[in-house]
């Protein structure tokens, strides 16, 4: 790549770059009114009570996402059912459609390809001797 050549960004990678910067802005912010929180905490001297409603929330937390992995669970559960009672008839249909096409397939080899089969081995058989009867003469 040349030195002289410009670099041209696409509107695209302008965007991208601009949400990058923000993203990490916003996360730079954060962490700095958090570590600025913590501080003013030590120094107020209310850490034990932010302690313990942190504990509490947490607890909190723990119980609604244990009541959403049981309601998961119980979703997951009628997903399998479903799928039971709606697999099995169509694996039935499945085989039958097999069945179905092993009996056409017998039916059509019995009756029209072993006939045919016979016919044209007994047509090359005469015209075999068609041509050595001629050749003899």
């Known amino acids: 790549m040349n030195e002289q050549e410009t670099i041209t960004m696409t509107k695209a990678e ?3 770059r601009r949400t990058t910067t923000l993203v990490g802005l916003a996360v730079a912010a954060i962490l700095i009114l958090i570590i600025g929180s913590f501080v003013l905490m030590i120094s ?3 850490t034990g009570t932010v302690r313990d409603v942190i504990i509490i929330l947490l607890a909190l937390e723990s119980l609604v ?4 992995m049981l309601a998961l669970v ?3 559960t009628l997903l399998v059912k479903m799928m039971r009672e ?4 169509l694996i039935e249909s499945a085989q039958e459609t097999i069945a179905s096409a092993r009996g056409t397939t017998t039916f059509v ?5 072993s006939p045919a089969v016979s016919i044209a081995s007994t047509l090359a058989g005469v015209g075999r001797m068609i041509s050595f ?5």
């Open 65 to 68: 996402v244990v009541t959403l």
């Open 133 to 137: 009867v001629i050749k003899r003469k």
């Open 74 to 76: 119980y979703q997951v």
């Open 86 to 89: 709606e697999i099995k008839p």
């Open 14 to 16: 302008k965007r991208s």
């Open 44 to 46: 107020a001297g209310v």
């Open 109 to 113: 080899s019995k009756k029209i390809v």
